[in-house]
Nanobody
Framework: QVQLVESGGGLVQAGGSLRLSCAASGRTFSSYNMGWFRQAPGKEREFVAAIRWSGGATYYADSAKGRFTISRDNAKNTVYLQMNSLKAEDTAVYYC???????????????????WGQGTQVTVSS
């Protein structure tokens, strides 16, 4: 079992920055890959970014490339999503998720992730 708790969401103006955190507990954090997803009102959940268990590889959706950075601190059991140059279209509930398969491949499909946090709201005003 893995428990995930996100924090760091809020209201920010367009062009601003936010850093989301996701604290994990349960299984050894450094043994599994992590991802961030988001869901805007009336839209399907979409992949944002993923990071390998070691932190040695990352993968981004096109919408996140160049603006968002995913990182992790295995000593703190925490994964982060630094979001810069935020746009109104980034407004969504952001979820972190754990992929316990332990593989080298970083996946963008939600069903590959077995554990999810409760989400944190990010609102970007234009």
């Amino acid at each position: 079992q893995v428990q995930l708790v996100e924090s760091g969401g809020g209201l920010v103006q367009a062009g601003g920055s936010l850093r989301l955190s996701c604290a994990a507990s349960g299984r050894t954090f450094s043994s599994y890959n992590m991802g961030w997803f988001r869901q805007a009102p009336g839209k399907e959940r979409e992949f944002v970014a993923a990071i390998r268990w070691s932190g040695g590889a990352t993968y981004y959706a096109d919408s996140a490339k160049g603006r968002f950075t995913i990182s992790r601190d295995n000593a703190k059991n925490t994964v982060y999503l630094q979001m810069n140059s935020l746009k109104a279209e980034d407004t969504a509930v952001y979820y972190c998720a754990a992929d316990l398969s332990g593989g080298l491949v970083l996946r963008s499909i939600g069903r590959a992730y077995g554990y999810w946090g409760q989400g944190t709201q990010v609102t970007v005003s234009s």
